[in-house]
């Protein structure tokens, strides 16, 4: 089954504690994608990779980091989270060739930074 | 900057009537527009995926059209079911990067 897969879907964290979510596609996709999502402010893209080792920021990159060393696989890496993180984060992935295709969201991962 | 907005942000209707969603970018130069649908506290389903160079694209009871020019599409729903209940999000490609609006929640009464 085509799939994009995160790991954990729920954490519960403190202030300053490293961590790092997993993010996981089945399909080949070049394209790959975070996002976090907060209440009136819709989804916002974090981070982006058009392929292995190309990544580029979005529009709200502080805090985070990615990286892109195998093509199924972007992890998302909080270095010192901070309560301002706290959101619901969605890896998407889809080709890009030509104009592009559909985004393909995982489940979501739900953060809270106490 | 690309910004997208959603109007309304909310709408309620009874179960069997049409309806249409609508979704603006300020931007024109996008490659393609999507719309998803998001059902509480769950993920993101792709309903439909329009090029750049599409005028509409059809699913079942759903439309959607884009006219790039003006920056608008719009998300037609043919007789609405209670399950159709959810938000409907849009969302542009812009360059290499993805902007959505924040969405209109639908209720289908039944």
């Known amino acids: 089954e085509a799939q994009v897969t995160q790991n954990p879907r729920y954490l519960i964290t403190v202030t300053g504690k490293k961590l790092t979510v997993t993010c996981s596609q089945n399909?080949?996709?070049?394209?790959m994608s975070w996002y976090r999502q907060d209440p009136g402010l819709g989804l916002r893209q974090i981070y982006y990779s058009m392929n292995v080792e190309v990544t580029d920021k979005g529009d709200v990159p502080e805090g985070y980091k990615v990286s892109r060393k195998e093509k199924r696989n972007f992890p998302l890496i909080l270095e010192s989270p901070s309560p301002n993180q706290t959101s619901l984060y969605f890896c998407?992935?889809?080709?890009?060739?030509?104009?592009?295709?559909?985004?393909?969201f995982g489940p979501g991962t739900r953060l809270t930074v106490t | 900057k690309q910004e997208v907005t959603q109007i309304p942000a909310a709408l309620s209707v009874p179960e069997g009537e049409n309806l249409v969603l609508n979704c603006s970018f300020t931007?024109?130069?996008?490659?393609?527009l999507q719309w998803f649908r998001q059902d509480p506290g769950k993920g993101l389903t792709s309903l439909l995926l329009i090029q750049s160079s599409q005028r509409e694209q059809t699913s079942g009871r759903l439309n959607a059209s884009l006219d790039k020019s003006s920056g608008r599409s719009t998300l037609y729903i043919a007789a609405s079911q209670p399950g159709d209940s959810a938000t409907y999000l849009c969302a542009v490609r812009t360059g290499n990067q993805f902007y959505f609006g924040t969405g209109t929640s639908l209720t289908v009464i039944p």
């Open positions: 931007d024109s130069a996008i490659y393609n």
């Open positions: 399909m080949n996709h070049e394209y």
């Open positions: 998407a992935s889809s080709f890009v060739g030509g104009t592009g295709g559909e985004q393909y």
